[in-house]
């Protein structure tokens, strides 16, 4: 089913692979696609620490992606207060939340005014975490143990 206006949010701080999956796989489902960037604050109230990249510079970076049609801040985690403002038709999240509590009473209160809740598939092995851990600890090794080959200058 392809809906008219998807929405979804994220920190999409250090933006990486995953960030450009969940955003790819959002618009598949959507003619528009609105994404809702967290602030800074909102992320060290659930996540207890401060993005690395400005809330600004995060929104541009979301922007410029094509699958994106609007960015907004995400000042809040209630996910119905969004759907009063934005009126989406379907929201989409990484299945990594699937079953959660915070998901769960979503799902129930967005099916009221006919919303779908889609969980979309959650790229293993990369997360902003495991990047800030590798630059922390100086340690990189790519999955294959093969740098890209160095452009020719």
């Not at 003619?31 to 909102?42: A, F, H, N």
């Not at 060290?44 to 094509?66: N, S």
């Not at 509590?101 to 809740?117: G, I, M, Q, S």
Request: charged letters at 25%; proline letters at 3%; hydrophobic letters at 40%.
């Amino acid at each position: 089913m392809i809906y008219d206006l998807g929405y979804t949010t994220g920190v999409f701080d250090m933006f990486h692979i995953g960030h450009l999956n969940i955003l790819r796989r959002a618009k598949e489902h959507c003619r528009r696609l609105i994404v809702g960037v967290s602030t800074d604050e909102l992320v060290m109230q659930y996540k207890h620490k401060i993005p690395i990249v400005h809330l600004l510079d995060r929104m541009e970076i979301v922007k410029a992606i094509r699958y994106v049609d609007d960015v907004v801040v995400q000042s809040d985690m209630d996910k119905f207060k969004a759907w009063e403002r934005l009126r989406f038709n379907a929201i989409f999240h990484g299945d990594d939340w699937k079953g959660s509590a915070l998901y769960n009473d979503l799902e129930e209160r967005l099916k009221a005014v006919h919303v779908d809740v889609i969980f979309l598939p959650h790229t293993e092995g990369v997360s902003t975490t495991i990047l800030t851990e590798i630059i922390i600890r100086g340690n990189y090794t790519h999955t294959n143990n093969q740098l890209p080959p160095s452009p020719v200058t």
